[in-house]
């Protein structure tokens, strides 16, 4: 089962539309094809049922975003890591600096 189905069935099956990830983050429902990771006010991964991941800071170039951004990416040998002040992202296809709204294949 892929991650995108196995959280759309816990979510699914809550009472109240989601399912925590981790302090101030929870999946929940977009669409019938999406779901989202919202840490506090942000949806930082969108993820569609054919495995594309939209990626959204919100902004916040924080550890804390980093992190909930990697505990994610990482299950998909993606990473996000700073550099001088610069977020860059690593995939095992290519390396690019980080932009709000780009997509990955994961």
């Known amino acids: 089962m892929s991650l995108y189905n196995d959280i759309r069935t816990k979510i699914e099956a809550s009472r109240t539309g ?3 990830h981790s302090y101030a983050c ?3 429902i977009l669409d019938e094809n ?5 840490h506090h006010n942000t949806d930082i991964i969108k993820l569609d049922r ?3 991941a939209t990626l959204d800071n919100g902004g ?3 550890v804390t975003t980093k992190k909930k951004l990697n505990s994610v990416l990482n299950e998909f040998n993606v990473s996000i ?3 001088n002040f610069v977020w860059y992202i690593y995939t095992q296809f290519q ?4 932009q709000n709204g780009m997509v ?3």
């Open 60 to 62: 916040w170039y924080s």
């Open 50 to 52: 054919r495995m594309y």
């Open 34 to 38: 999406t779901i989202a990771l919202r």
């Open 95 to 98: 390396n690019a600096e980080w």
């Open 104 to 106: 990955l294949a994961v």
């Open 81 to 83: 890591v700073q550099k």
């Open 18 to 20: 989601q399912v925590k």
């Open 26 to 28: 929870y999946w929940h």
